[in-house]
């Protein structure tokens, strides 16, 4: 059996060999890491309306009462808005100031004060209140340092913490084109298991479920997404065409165009309870 420091360890190094290689990335002016803000936004949007998955039902009730909520790598508000009719206040961290921005403006809509700092999480972990739920989506592949970053989650929450993760890395959608436009074969680890063995090495005992994102139209146009992944794959603009044709080939529907490489439709919700 592994111990915490082999898991973290393996969790780092796997993460680390995400790198994009330099003359690949030196070769184009447009930098690999775009952030697709309007599809984060179209996402909250579309479950505030409609709020769906077992993420939602999860920290929907444990905010039975009402209570605060913290929402961890908080996007546009896909995690935290849907539950706003039983949130009493809410404070969002997120390193992106526009994406802070469609949030608090979004909450401002469903009657919703919410605090919004910027900052990675847990370096600000010291400055922001313990809430009653805690919930954070599509952010542990951004944590090179996990065990912090679940710690301070956990005793941030005084009822619950729920995150959200995809099964497997999230651009691993992208491996198939990375193979045919550069020759390079990319990782497949570490995956959302690998979460599950480093929160029970810490002694946290948790429930997951997993379950399948229904396919929805985050992209306005095909040539939205084609533009997001020509950069996500680091090629020049006149790769567009090119881009295009090889994601119909993956299967994607130039009249419903989903997103790629972003969150993933195979995911799992992971829960625990807090310390605080």
């Known amino acids: 059996m592994s111990s915490l420091n082999d898991l973290l360890d393996r969790w780092r190094g796997d993460l680390a060999a995400w790198a994009i290689p330099e003359h690949i990335t030196s070769a184009v ?14 996402r909250a ?4 309306l409609a709020p769906a998955g077992a993420s939602y039902e999860r920290a929907w009730a444990a905010l039975a009462p009402s209570g605060t909520v913290l929402d961890v790598g908080a996007g546009a508000g896909a995690a935290c808005l ?12 997120d390193t992106d100031p526009d994406m802070l921005r469609l949030l608090a403006d979004r909450a401002h809509t469903v009657g919703l004060g919410a605090q919004t700092v910027l900052g990675r999480w847990p370096d600000l ?14 952010v542990l592949y ?26 497997s890395h999230p651009l691993t959608s992208l491996n198939d084109l990375w193979l045919r436009f550069h020759g390079l074969v990319r990782p497949s680890r570490p995956k959302a298991a690998d979460v599950l063995e480093i ?18 139209a985050d992209y306005q146009s095909m040539d939205e997404l084609v533009e997001v992944t020509r950069r996500r794959l680091c090629l020049p603009p006149e790769r567009s065409g090119d881009v295009r044709n090889a994601l119909v080939d993956l299967g994607v529907d130039p009249m419903r165009p989903g997103d790629l490489g972003s969150s993933g439709r195979q995911v799992v919700t992971i829960w625990w309870e807090g310390t605080a």
């Open 82 to 93: 849907p539950l706003a009719p039983r949130t009493t206040s809410l404070t969002a961290v």
């Open 45 to 48: 949007d579309r479950l505030t």
């Open 142 to 167: 951004n944590a090179a340092d996990l065990g912090p970053f679940l710690a301070a989650l956990t005793t941030h929450a005084r009822r619950m913490v729920v995150v959200e993760a995809a099964t």
């Open 199 to 216: 929160l029970g090495a810490m002694g946290i005992q948790t429930e997951h479920t997993q379950w399948s994102r229904p396919a929805e």
């Open 29 to 42: 002016s447009d930098s690999p890491w775009v952030l697709p803000r309007q599809v984060f936004a179209r």
């Open 125 to 138: 972990a010291g400055d922001v209140p313990p809430a009653d739920v805690v919930t954070s989506h599509h």
